[in-house]
Structures are given as structure tokens and as C-alpha cells.
């Protein structure tokens, strides 16, 4: 019975390829690519569980089993890293998230469409600047001679510049901020896609029933997209443990590192700056593994709540 | 019949079990075949010195021309290889064509835009590296060392390395493994040619408005007169406020310029007499210099965005002449001072505004006390013959020529030449030409001509890079007299008493007087994968947020609450026992380079 169904299935699959053998055609060349530079890699996190030295030979190599990722665990200040890793991704994902989504929907009430394609081509240039520009922007808006305290001084509303690129309580925001405005334009494109989807009939019949701009909104755009926002959604919490690298070295200070230091820009110092490869990848296999679990949990909750899944 | 068939069935059991047992077998062969296949080879064949005939005169370079071409496959370190193949000014054909001619060798000379270490790794990985390799660390080539891929240099040092072993002199000794040989060179080595090093310096001009007689020369002097030279010039022409100083390390800059000026070395005192060893936050001085910079922070000489500052920022600043003191790197002044201004302002520009190189001493310490000045015999950096290299003697011969006088100028100025900066008179003086005497067109008749017009510095393997001077382990007499502090990148024009010939020159370093400290037994290596290695680490992010804080701390008490703190932290953390490791790697060296 077993290999019955077996069978069945693997002739489904031969009859697939000879009736779509085009696109298998088209795909096989992404599909060999994915296979090449995504899967076949993966085999090298089995350096995670020896004393790789590069150059020797892996069975030359010490196995030392889980000891990696006891030594990450048992690193001074590896819990506010947790902490900070979570939080910077975490505000990222909350506000973040949503902010793409608002401004899609208020793009979408734009009738004048010059005016709307302007704003849409601003929204998403500061995705194509590189962080180093950022970091220079941000240091030129809030050193201490920036214009914002130029403009705080000016009105009065402060006596000495404020340091904010050193206070501790500041950085999250200003991290979150400047993440929110490099990419909010970018993300915002699939949303508006999306709407623009939605059957513009369903529109006039809110119209017949009374339902003014919100309403339309909150009954008929929002329920259009939502299957889009569900599958981005659990995409996205995959990248929990992903807190950005770039962005804390470049805005980040010895006075902020309290609150900026996460798994990557740890890992980073105490992995492949002094040349433990091994530790780099059990860490990075560990972020990997956890993402993927909470991606699979996601998915079972989002079908069974929603009816809506991603595989 | 039945147990015929019993039989029969039982006997293909068996003989399917022993097919698949053979099958479990091959494959298991296989698999360790394949991984076998991946280790190295080998290791005991014997190593061939070298199968070139060596018989044959000595040529005008000091060099027996071998009969077949000698090619050095060479891995150089990060560059850009387009740019270096590009030549846009042939100069490295130039010295292509001069060592074809006249040396019978050829150098593929190879960099990579990726960090080296990276690139180092993945090449001991896949196994595919040059005959030889420069310009790496320490532990790098310790890894290749480690993994039997660096051939073991002793033998052919002893056979074809005279003039290395005569120019390194004892030093040679502190190259040598744990099993005695040698497996690699030092590339750049030498005595410090510099005059200066960690800098206190001031703008000279506003300096010299105050009217004082005498630099001063402790560091609470700098902060006086860093402190009315402000009150002189609040802002500048565009109305920013000026600083004395900033940072483009997040204020180590300061700490290290301090703790050289109290006579630090790396971070520790180093009591001779006793051997002992003690870091600075466990020492008052350590307390003394917080407390002095903290007071700077305070009162605004130091820049409040310093810990945001990189080096294009700063350069703006000091430019701009928003910044009017030079805490730190000395030739951070002079990029950010004079040789800017005297391009920019041409007609205006008067050589008394520069940043003045200052040398101080802590109270109660001499000048020569301090370390402000270091010099480290052997650098950073070192070369390696791999595995992969066909004809070690040769090789050992070429670095021997380059480590000879007149090879090693060769290697840094290009071939002597009257379209070059130096020639070889008739009386064989090493003749500078006359437009290089002038410092302020070093950039266009030195540099340029040098580099780019004759590959001078193109292709240094294992070479002395440093102060090309006599002394007992080199002589250098036949450089011309007129110029001093000559290396493989640098000289300064010198007037017959041995004063800088370039006035403004003398007034860059005139008050620079702390004299170079050898500092060579104090260089440590970490093995990645030690517990002091996590240890060294943790204090260096430590210490570097600690230190911050301790700058910018809102009073005195504060700032000492952050030290005491500070030293808390680092002690619990395993500060005594980075101390002991680092006093333990001195000792070593002491004993290395008296060759127990």
C-alpha cells in the first residue's frame, strides 16, 4: 500500500517534468545554483563541532562535540547580548514591520499620481545608500556641531549640544529610526503590489454600504493584503537572532556598546577576528537553527489560526 | 528435496550477507581513500637546498646570474593587482626588464583586494599558495609553520643567508620555532628611522603667540598650553568651536600617547631590576592619567564627537583648523596640517603654521624614560618559503641579495638610473638627485619618480625596512651625505652637521627629543584557540568602553569612582593573568634572543 502511494507519487513527478518540462527547464539553472551555493556549503558547519584548524585535514581535527557552544554561553556578557540581539531585532520587527504596511496603505490614498510616483521613488532611494553614508549622515544631523542641536541651541530649547550618539538611552531609537527610514520604501513595494490587487469592485460595494475611507481600510484593503503580511511575517521571524553588524560598528561608541553589542558584532570579536572559525560557525549554525524553528512554528500556528501557510 | 532447497536458500543468504559486507567495505575504503587523499603529503622527503649550478662571477650587483631565469611566485598581501599589472607609469616594467637584465629573475608579485588573514586561511584550506609569502603576521605564519607548509629556512640561511644573519644579528634568534630552526623572515625589519612617534603637539605658530621661552615638556605643560592657545582662538574663520584635540580610535589615542609619556610599554610598567610587570590600571600613574585627560574632556580642549571620529573627519577638523593640538599619531599634523596648508595657500602659506611634533616625560621621569619613540627590530610582519618552493637555495640567495646593501636600496628606490632619484657615481657613491633635496616637492620628485616611474618598492620580500644607516650589522656609508633617515620609503635632506636642511622641517621636530626605545622583547603572540587569547579579548573590549567612560566622566570624583571601577572589573576578569602571560612571553624573548 505503502509503495503503492510511493509510486504514484513519483509518477506525478515524472508526468510534472514531462508536461512542464520548460519551466523545469528555465528553473534548473536556479535550482542547481541554489543547490551549489546554498545547500552543498552547509555540510562546512561540521566544523562546529571540531577544533578546526584551516589547512588540516577535518579527521585530523579535534572533535570537541557541543564545547563551542558552551564557550559562547559562558562568555562574560553573553546574556546582554541576548538581550540586545532580541531587543534592536525585535523593535525592528514590531515598528518596523508595520511601518511599510502604513505607509503603503497611505501611498495607496493618493489619487494624484505624479505626486504619489515622487514620493514612492523617495521612499526607497535611502535603501541603495550603503551604511557607512548613513553613519556619516547621522554624525553630520547628531554630533554634537549637528543640526539638530544647531537647531535646539538656536531656539533655545537646550543651553549645551546633546551627545546623542553616546547616550545609552537614545541608541535603540536612533537604530530603529535610521532602519525604518533606509528601508521602509523598499519593504513598502510589496504591500503596494498587493493592494493594488485588490478587486476595486469590492471597493464600490463598501462604498454602497456606507463604509467611508477608513472603513475601507480596516474591511477591505487590510483583509486583501493579509496573506501577504501573514507570509512576510513568518519569513521575518526567522531573522530574530539577526540584529544587523554593520550598522552597530559604524553608529556605535564605547559609551553605547552596552546597548549595541549583539550575537553578530560579539561573534565577530571573539570569532573571526582572532581566528576561531569554528566558534563563528557554531554560533552562526545555533542563530540558523533557531530562526528555522521559529519560522516552522509560525507556519504551523499561522495555518491553524489563519488557514494561511508558507509551506 | 526440501532441505536441498532449504540449503540452497540459506547458502544465498549467506553469499547476498558477505556480497553486501563487501559492499559496506569498499565503500568505507573508499571514503577514507578520499579523505586520505586530502592530507598532506609526505613530510619526509628530504629536503633539496637548491640543484643550481652556483659556480660564476659575481656581477656589478653583487649577484651570480644563474643560467636559467629564476621566477619567484610571491603573494604580497592586500592591494590591488589591477592597479599593480595597470603600471600606468612603467615603472614596474622598468624593474622587470632591470632584474631580467642584469639578475636574470622574474617576481609575480601577487595581492588580493580581501584581508590577508582571511585569504591565508582559505589558502592553507585548499591547499593552493605560493613558494612564498610576505607581508603576513606573526600567527599566520605560525599557522603555516604549524601545519608543516613553511620550509625550514636554517640550513640554507647557514649556506647562502650571510648578509641576513650579519643584519639581524642576534635578533635572528627570536625568529627561531621551539625546535630550534628557522621557518621564517621578517619582512620590513629594522631600527625605527623616525624621529617621532606618540606626539603632544600644538599648533607651533599659535604656540609661539603665547611668548613662552621654552616648550613645554610634561604633559599638565601641554594642557596649559593647549588651554591658552584656545582662550587665543575660541573658533575658527568659519565660527566652529576649536579643540585641542580628538580621536580617531575612540580616545586610545590618548591613552597610549599617556602611558608613553609615563614610560609604559603596552600597557605595562616593566620594572628591570626586578622583572616585574604591572598594568597600568593597577598603578597610580594609570589614576594620574585619567584624571589629566578626564580634566581635558572637561574643559573642552578635547573634541566632545571624538568617540564618532574617523580619520577623514579629522583631517577636516584639523584642516579646518577647528582642532589645534595633535594628541597622539605625530604625522596625523602633518596630513592634517602643513601639507595641506601649503598646497592650499601657496602664496600665503608661511612655514610657522604646523603642527609642532612635542616630546614629553611624566614628572619626575627623563625623556629617556619615556616610549614615545619604540622601535621594534623585527616588526610585524613576516615571510615564509612554502612547500610549494622547487629550489630553496635559489630562493635563499635572491633574499640574501635583497638583504644586502645594495640589493636592499634597489628593492626600496628602484635601479640606479639618471632618470631615477639616486645613481651610482663614478666613485660609487649612491648620488641623490638634486630636485629630491627639496621637501616640499618630496610628493611629485621623490615619491613619484621612485614608485612610479621606477618601481622602487614594488617587489620587497623579506627585506631590512627600516633606517638604512652604519652601524655593526650594516654599512651604508656610500648613500650620499646630503640626505639622512633613509629607509625603503623616506629620507630627510640634511645639512653637513647633520641638521635637517628644510626649515620647516626643523620646526616639526625641533622639540621632539624622546630617543627610540627597543621594545623588541615585549612583542607577544596569542594562539586563537588559548584561554588567554579569550582573556586578552574581553580586556581589550573592556577596557576600551572603561576608558571612554573614564574621559568623559561629569568630575574628578567620578572619574576616579570609573578608574577604581575599571580596575575592578579588569582584575576580576583575569588581568593578573594576562600580566603574568605577557611577562612570561618577554621572558621568552630574553631567552630567544640570547639564544638559550
Same mark, same amino acid.
Given at each position: 500500500?505503502?509503495?503503492?502511494?510511493?509510486?504514484?507519487?513519483?509518477?506525478?513527478?515524472?508526468?510534472?517534468?514531462?508536461?512542464?518540462?520548460?519551466?523545469?527547464?528555465?528553473?534548473?539553472?536556479?535550482?542547481?545554483?541554489?543547490?551549489?551555493?546554498?545547500?552543498?556549503?552547509?555540510?562546512?558547519?561540521?566544523?562546529?563541532?571540531?577544533?578546526?584548524?584551516?589547512?588540516?585535514?577535518?579527521?585530523?581535527?579535534?572533535?570537541?562535540?557541543?564545547?563551542?557552544?558552551?564557550?559562547?554561553?559562558?562568555?562574560?556578557?553573553?546574556?546582554?547580548?541576548?538581550?540586545?540581539?532580541?531587543?534592536?531585532?525585535?523593535?525592528?520587527?514590531?515598528?518596523?514591520?508595520?511601518?511599510?504596511?502604513?505607509?503603503?496603505?497611505?501611498? *495607496?490614498?493618493?489619487?494624484?499620481?505624479?505626486?504619489?510616483?515622487?514620493?514612492?521613488?523617495?521612499?526607497?532611494?535611502?535603501?541603495?545608500?550603503?551604511?557607512?553614508?548613513?553613519?556619516?549622515?547621522?554624525?553630520?544631523?547628531?554630533?554634537?556641531?549637528?543640526?539638530? *542641536?544647531?537647531?535646539?541651541?538656536?531656539?533655545?530649547?537646550?543651553?549645551?549640544?546633546?551627545?546623542?550618539?553616546?547616550?545609552?538611552?537614545?541608541?535603540?531609537?536612533?537604530?530603529?529610526?535610521?532602519?525604518?527610514?533606509?528601508?521602509?520604501?523598499?519593504?513598502?513595494? #510589496?504591500?503596494?503590489?498587493?493592494?493594488?490587487?485588490?478587486?476595486?469592485?469590492?471597493?464600490?460595494?463598501?462604498?454602497?454600504?456606507?463604509?467611508?475611507?477608513?472603513?475601507?481600510?480596516?474591511?477591505?484593503?487590510?483583509?486583501?493584503? %493579509?496573506?501577504?503580511?501573514?507570509?512576510?511575517?513568518?519569513?521575518?521571524?526567522?531573522?530574530?537572532?539577526?540584529?544587523?553588524?554593520?550598522?552597530?560598528?559604524?553608529?556605535?561608541?564605547?559609551?553605547?556598546?552596552?546597548?549595541?553589542?549583539?550575537?553578530?558584532?560579539?561573534?565577530?570579536?571573539?570569532?573571526?577576528?582572532?581566528?576561531?572559525?569554528?566558534?563563528?560557525? %557554531?554560533?552562526?549554525?545555533?542563530?540558523?537553527?533557531?530562526?528555522?524553528?521559529?519560522?516552522?512554528? %509560525?507556519?504551523? #500556528?499561522? %495555518?491553524?489560526?489563519?488557514?494561511?501557510?508558507?509551506? | 528435496?526440501? &532441505?536441498?532447497?532449504?540449503?540452497?536458500?540459506?547458502?544465498?543468504?549467506?553469499?547476498?550477507?558477505?556480497?553486501?559486507?563487501?559492499?559496506?567495505?569498499?565503500?568505507?575504503?573508499?571514503?577514507?581513500?578520499?579523505?586520505?587523499?586530502?592530507?598532506?603529503? !609526505?613530510?619526509?622527503?628530504?629536503?633539496?637546498?637548491?640543484?643550481?649550478?652556483?659556480?660564476?662571477?659575481?656581477?656589478?650587483?653583487?649577484?651570480?646570474?644563474?643560467?636559467?631565469?629564476?621566477?619567484?611566485?610571491?603573494?604580497?598581501?592586500?592591494?590591488?593587482?589591477?592597479?599593480?599589472?595597470?603600471?600606468?607609469?612603467?615603472?614596474?616594467?622598468?624593474?622587470?626588464?632591470?632584474?631580467?637584465?642584469?639578475?636574470?629573475?622574474?617576481?609575480?608579485?601577487?595581492?588580493?583586494?580581501?584581508?590577508?588573514?582571511? /585569504?591565508?586561511?582559505?589558502?592553507?584550506?585548499?591547499?593552493?599558495?605560493?613558494?612564498?609569502?610576505?607581508?603576513?603576521? &606573526?600567527?599566520?605564519?605560525?599557522?603555516?609553520?604549524?601545519?608543516?607548509?613553511?620550509?625550514?629556512?636554517?640550513?640554507?640561511?647557514?649556506?647562502?643567508? !650571510?648578509?641576513?644573519?650579519?643584519?639581524?644579528?642576534?635578533?635572528? &634568534?627570536?625568529? /627561531?620555532?621551539?625546535?630550534?630552526?628557522?621557518?621564517?623572515?621578517?619582512?620590513?625589519?629594522?631600527?625605527?628611522?623616525?624621529?617621532?612617534?606618540?606626539?603632544?603637539?600644538?599648533?607651533?605658530?599659535?604656540?609661539?603667540?603665547?611668548?613662552?621661552?621654552?616648550?613645554?615638556?610634561?604633559?599638565?605643560?601641554?594642557?596649559?598650553?593647549?588651554?591658552?592657545?584656545?582662550?587665543?582662538?575660541?573658533?575658527?574663520?568659519?565660527?566652529?568651536?576649536?579643540?585641542?584635540?580628538?580621536?580617531?580610535?575612540?580616545?586610545?589615542?590618548?591613552?597610549?600617547?599617556?602611558?608613553?609619556?609615563?614610560?609604559?610599554?603596552?600597557?605595562?610598567?616593566?620594572?628591570?631590576?626586578?622583572?616585574?610587570?604591572?598594568?597600568?590600571?593597577?598603578?597610580?600613574?594609570?589614576?594620574?592619567?585619567?584624571?589629566?585627560?578626564?580634566?581635558?574632556?572637561?574643559?573642552?580642549?578635547?573634541?566632545?564627537?571624538?568617540?564618532?571620529?574617523?580619520?577623514?573627519?579629522?583631517?577636516?577638523?584639523?584642516?579646518?583648523?577647528?582642532?589645534?593640538?595633535?594628541?597622539?599619531?605625530?604625522?596625523?599634523?602633518?596630513?592634517?596640517?602643513?601639507?595641506?596648508?601649503?598646497?592650499?595657500?601657496?602664496?600665503?602659506?608661511?612655514?610657522?603654521?604646523?603642527?609642532?611634533?612635542?616630546?614629553?616625560?611624566?614628572?619626575?621621569?627623563?625623556?629617556?624614560?619615556?616610549?614615545?619613540?619604540?622601535? &621594534?627590530?623585527?616588526?610585524?610582519?613576516?615571510?615564509?618559503?612554502?612547500?610549494?618552493?622547487?629550489?630553496?637555495?635559489?630562493?635563499?640567495?635572491?633574499?640574501?641579495?635583497?638583504?644586502?646593501?645594495?640589493?636592499?636600496?634597489?628593492?626600496?628606490?628602484?635601479?640606479?638610473?639618471?632618470?631615477?632619484?639616486?645613481?651610482?657615481?663614478?666613485?660609487?657613491?649612491?648620488?641623490?638627485?638634486?630636485?629630491?633635496?627639496?621637501?616640499?616637492?618630496?610628493?611629485?620628485?621623490?615619491?613619484?619618480?621612485?614608485?612610479?616611474?621606477?618601481?622602487?618598492?614594488?617587489?620587497?620580500?623579506?627585506?631590512?625596512?627600516?633606517?638604512?644607516?652604519?652601524?655593526?650589522?650594516?654599512?651604508?656609508?656610500?648613500?650620499?651625505?646630503?640626505?639622512?633617515?633613509?629607509?625603503?620609503?623616506?629620507?630627510?635632506?640634511?645639512?653637513?652637521?647633520?641638521?635637517?636642511?628644510?626649515?620647516?622641517?626643523?620646526?616639526?621636530?625641533?622639540?621632539?627629543?624622546?630617543?627610540?626605545?627597543?621594545?623588541?622583547?615585549?612583542?607577544?603572540?596569542?594562539?586563537?584557540?588559548?584561554?588567554?587569547?579569550?582573556?586578552?579579548?574581553?580586556?581589550?573590549?573592556?577596557?576600551?568602553?572603561?576608558?571612554?567612560?573614564?574621559?568623559?566622566?561629569?568630575?574628578?570624583?567620578?572619574?576616579?569612582?570609573?578608574?577604581?571601577?575599571?580596575?575592578?572589573?579588569?582584575?576580576?576578569?583575569?588581568?593578573?593573568?594576562?600580566?603574568?602571560?605577557? /611577562?612570561?612571553?618577554?621572558?621568552?624573548?630574553?631567552?630567544?634572543?640570547?639564544?638559550?
Amino acid at each position: 500500500m505503502k509503495s503503492k502511494k510511493k509510486s504514484n507519487k513519483i509518477n506525478e513527478i515524472i508526468k510534472s517534468f514531462k508536461t512542464q518540462r520548460q519551466m523545469w527547464a528555465i528553473c534548473m539553472v536556479a535550482l542547481v545554483w541554489v543547490l551549489v551555493f546554498c545547500y552543498v556549503p552547509m555540510l562546512g558547519n561540521i566544523i562546529a563541532f571540531f577544533d578546526y584548524v584551516p589547512g588540516k585535514n577535518l579527521l585530523d581535527c579535534t572533535f570537541i562535540g557541543l564545547k563551542n557552544w558552551i564557550d559562547f554561553f559562558s562568555l562574560p556578557d553573553v546574556w546582554r547580548v541576548f538581550r540586545n540581539t532580541l531587543v534592536i531585532s525585535g523593535l525592528s520587527m514590531s515598528i518596523g514591520f508595520v511601518a511599510p504596511i502604513i505607509f503603503a496603505l497611505l501611498l *495607496n490614498e493618493i489619487h494624484h499620481t505624479l505626486f504619489k510616483k515622487v514620493i514612492q521613488t523617495i521612499s526607497y532611494l535611502p535603501y541603495f545608500i550603503s551604511w557607512v553614508v548613513v553613519a556619516s549622515i547621522l554624525l553630520t544631523l547628531l554630533g554634537t556641531e549637528g543640526n539638530i *542641536n544647531s537647531i535646539l541651541i538656536y531656539f533655545g530649547w537646550i543651553e549645551k549640544p546633546i551627545s546623542f550618539l553616546n547616550e545609552k538611552s537614545m541608541f535603540w531609537g536612533i537604530l530603529t529610526s535610521s532602519n525604518i527610514w533606509k528601508d521602509l520604501g523598499w519593504s513598502a513595494i #510589496i504591500y503596494i503590489s498587493a493592494i493594488a490587487g485588490v478587486d476595486q469592485e469590492l471597493y464600490q460595494a463598501g462604498s454602497v454600504d456606507g463604509l467611508g475611507r477608513f472603513g475601507k481600510v480596516w474591511h477591505i484593503t487590510l483583509p486583501g493584503i %493579509a496573506p501577504t503580511i501573514i507570509l512576510l511575517f513568518i519569513m521575518n521571524i526567522g531573522n530574530i537572532l539577526n540584529a544587523g553588524f554593520e550598522q552597530q560598528l559604524l553608529i556605535g561608541t564605547p559609551l553605547t556598546k552596552e546597548v549595541y553589542e549583539n550575537i553578530d558584532t560579539y561573534v565577530y570579536r571573539y570569532g573571526v577576528q582572532i581566528g576561531r572559525y569554528s566558534f563563528a560557525t %557554531a554560533v552562526g549554525l545555533m542563530k540558523s537553527v533557531i530562526g528555522f524553528g521559529l519560522v516552522v512554528i %509560525a507556519n504551523k #500556528i499561522s %495555518a491553524k489560526v489563519t488557514d494561511m501557510r508558507l509551506f | 528435496m526440501q &532441505n536441498a532447497y532449504k540449503k540452497n536458500v540459506y547458502k544465498k543468504s549467506i553469499y547476498k550477507k558477505n556480497i553486501y559486507k563487501k559492499k559496506v567495505l569498499a565503500l568505507a575504503l573508499s571514503v577514507v581513500m578520499i579523505f586520505g587523499g586530502c592530507t598532506k603529503k !609526505d613530510s619526509g622527503q628530504e629536503q633539496v637546498i637548491s640543484n643550481a649550478d652556483l659556480s660564476g662571477e659575481v656581477n656589478e650587483w653583487g649577484w651570480v646570474i644563474p643560467d636559467e631565469t629564476l621566477v619567484l611566485d610571491v603573494y604580497g598581501g592586500e592591494g590591488d593587482q589591477e592597479n599593480l599589472m595597470k603600471d600606468e607609469y612603467g615603472g614596474k616594467a622598468k624593474l622587470d626588464e632591470w632584474l631580467l637584465n642584469n639578475l636574470n629573475v622574474q617576481i609575480n608579485w601577487q595581492l588580493y583586494s580581501t584581508s590577508m588573514d582571511e /585569504k591565508l586561511n582559505l589558502m592553507l584550506a585548499s591547499g593552493d599558495y605560493p613558494a612564498i609569502i610576505t607581508n603576513m603576521t &606573526n600567527e599566520m605564519a605560525d599557522k603555516f609553520i604549524a601545519q608543516g607548509k613553511a620550509l625550514d629556512l636554517t640550513e640554507a640561511l647557514e649556506q647562502y643567508g !650571510d648578509n641576513i644573519t650579519r643584519r639581524y644579528g642576534d635578533y635572528l &634568534n627570536m625568529l /627561531k620555532s621551539e625546535d630550534g630552526k628557522i621557518y621564517k623572515l621578517a619582512t620590513l625589519y629594522g631600527y625605527n628611522p623616525n624621529v617621532a612617534g606618540y606626539d603632544f603637539g600644538i599648533r607651533y605658530d599659535y604656540w609661539e603667540e603665547l611668548g613662552e621661552s621654552k616648550m613645554y615638556e610634561t604633559p599638565e605643560g601641554y594642557y596649559e598650553a593647549l588651554k591658552k592657545v584656545l582662550e587665543n582662538h575660541p573658533t575658527n574663520a568659519n565660527g566652529q568651536t576649536t579643540y585641542g584635540a580628538s580621536s580617531t580610535n575612540k580616545g586610545q589615542n590618548f591613552l597610549k600617547a599617556m602611558l608613553a609619556a609615563y614610560g609604559f610599554i603596552t600597557d605595562y610598567k616593566y620594572d628591570e631590576s626586578t622583572g616585574d610587570m604591572v598594568h597600568w590600571l593597577n598603578t597610580e600613574d594609570g589614576l594620574e592619567i585619567s584624571m589629566l585627560v578626564n580634566k581635558m574632556y572637561r574643559e573642552g580642549l578635547i573634541d566632545p564627537d571624538f568617540l564618532s571620529t574617523d580619520y577623514e573627519t579629522l583631517m577636516t577638523k584639523m584642516q579646518s583648523e577647528q582642532i589645534l593640538g595633535n594628541f597622539g599619531t605625530w604625522w596625523y599634523g602633518w596630513t592634517g596640517g602643513h601639507q595641506f596648508w601649503a598646497t592650499q595657500e601657496a602664496e600665503s602659506y608661511t612655514i610657522e603654521k604646523r603642527f609642532a611634533n612635542v616630546s614629553v616625560h611624566a614628572e619626575g621621569l627623563t625623556m629617556e624614560d619615556t616610549t614615545l619613540l619604540t622601535a &621594534n627590530y623585527l616588526g610585524s610582519y613576516r615571510c615564509i618559503i612554502t612547500d610549494k618552493c622547487t629550489d630553496l637555495g635559489m630562493v635563499m640567495r635572491y633574499l640574501n641579495w635583497e638583504n644586502s646593501e645594495l640589493g636592499n636600496f634597489i628593492a626600496g628606490w628602484g635601479a640606479p638610473d639618471e632618470d631615477n632619484v639616486w645613481d651610482i657615481a663614478e666613485d660609487g657613491t649612491w648620488v641623490v638627485d638634486d630636485d629630491i633635496l627639496s621637501v616640499d616637492t618630496k610628493e611629485t620628485t621623490f615619491h613619484h619618480v621612485r614608485e612610479e616611474l621606477n618601481g622602487g618598492g614594488t617587489y620587497m620580500i623579506a627585506v631590512n625596512g627600516q633606517w638604512m644607516r652604519t652601524d655593526e650589522t650594516q654599512n651604508f656609508d656610500k648613500i650620499d651625505s646630503r640626505i639622512d633617515r633613509v629607509s625603503v620609503y623616506d629620507y630627510w635632506p640634511v645639512n653637513a652637521d647633520g641638521s635637517f636642511s628644510d626649515e620647516g622641517i626643523n620646526i616639526s621636530w625641533g622639540n621632539y627629543t624622546a630617543p627610540a626605545k627597543d621594545i623588541s622583547m615585549f612583542n607577544v603572540s596569542y594562539d586563537p584557540n588559548a584561554e588567554i587569547t579569550i582573556t586578552k579579548q574581553t580586556l581589550t573590549d573592556t577596557i576600551e568602553t572603561e576608558w571612554a567612560r573614564i574621559i568623559t566622566a561629569a568630575s574628578e570624583e567620578e572619574c576616579e569612582r570609573l578608574f577604581t571601577e575599571a580596575r575592578d572589573k579588569c582584575n576580576a576578569l583575569g588581568l593578573e593573568d594576562l600580566t603574568e602571560y605577557v /611577562k612570561s612571553q618577554h621572558d621568552a624573548n630574553i631567552a630567544k634572543f640570547e639564544g638559550k
